[in-house]
């Protein structure tokens, strides 16, 4: 499936089950002084979580565009980028863990055909809700792993809505870097992980205490960029769709290919990834500065015409 399928089938699939669909916002996000840019889907359903503002409906779903800048210095690998798509299904308050899960796995087995083998599932260390929805759609044992606040909790930020959380892991089986790996070991090639199901029912405070949410909510991240790679027979996302276009132009314009040398492919990574995030930061009012995202800009431009350079 290409890109734009895998984008249509996704919302089709949580329109068909309540979804409302909405719209991405803005890469700059508006009234949250706790983030420098939209890093995930659930980043303008934050006030329906807590209970600050009226979700205008119970079931959300959208394909959000996002920017992180934490992992920079890994962009360059197969796997890591600053700037993806996230696809995204939500509940405020109404259906939780069985559903989310369930909807998960029917999506990714029945409707976009990924053999049920090859997902591997994480969960929270005593999530036995999880663990048992899981283990009723037929996942077996063996293919259920346990793991704590590290790997399986997600937080929105140093405060904001949080919990624990169940991701779902493509396996590529066995890989020559890779002897007795696990999906959370980054670095190698025999798991990506391609799905992230949060149950969203703590605050976190600026103490580090956690409290109840007024609700037990869903937020779900689906990787556009890295569904389409699976569903392309690739483990490396820039040999997906998404990335062909881009991948050509920069082929024409050093005049070096994609794929023959690792030192050449890891700078063609970084210059398509990178031209990619700052053309959205740019159209969303990022310009450069000597601070916040202006300087993030400075920081990821720099790094793409270094590499760049390093190509021709």
Request: contains cysteine.
């Amino acid at each position: 499936m290409l890109s734009t399928e895998i984008r249509k089938a996704y919302i089709d699939f949580f329109v068909e089950r309540g979804h409302r669909q909405v719209p991405s916002i803005p890469l700059v996000p508006a009234g949250d002084p706790t983030l420098l840019f939209t890093s995930a889907g659930m980043v303008q359903f934050k006030p329906y979580f807590t209970g600050l503002a009226t979700p205008p409906a119970s079931r959300l779903t959208s394909i959000q565009k996002c920017f992180r800048a934490t992992d920079l210095d890994e962009v360059g690998d197969t796997s890591h980028l600053t700037f993806f798509e996230m696809m995204g299904n939500f509940s405020v308050g109404e259906y939780f863990k069985r559903e989310a899960i369930g909807w998960a796995w029917d999506f990714l087995t029945r409707v976009v055909g990924l053999p049920p083998q090859r997902l591997l599932i994480t969960i929270y260390l005593d999530d036995e809700e999880a663990h048992d929805s899981w283990r009723e759609l037929g996942v077996t044992e063996d293919r259920i792993v346990r793991y704590g606040e590290d790997v399986n909790y997600w937080f929105s930020g140093d405060t904001g809505p949080c919990g624990p959380d169940s991701e779902i892991y493509y396996d590529f089986g066995p890989q020559p870097d890779c002897g007795n790996c696990e999906p959370a070991h980054d670095g190698h090639l025999r798991y990506l992980e391609i799905w992230n199901l949060v149950f969203m029912m703590y605050f976190r405070h600026e103490d580090g205490t956690r409290s109840d949410l007024p609700a037990r909510n869903i937020d779900t991240g689906a990787g556009l960029e890295r569904i389409s790679a699976v569903l392309q027979g690739t483990h490396d996302l820039y040999a997906s769709d998404v990335f062909a276009p881009l991948i050509a132009r920069i082929e024409r314009l050093s005049g070096r290919s994609y794929g023959h040398d690792e030192a050449v492919d890891h700078a063609i990574r970084v210059v398509a990834d990178h031209s990619r995030a700052l053309t959205f930061l740019v159209a969303d009012g990022v310009a450069p500065s000597n601070d916040g995202r202006g300087y993030v800009l400075r920081r990821v431009l720099r790094r793409a015409v270094y590499f760049g350079r390093g190509i021709g």
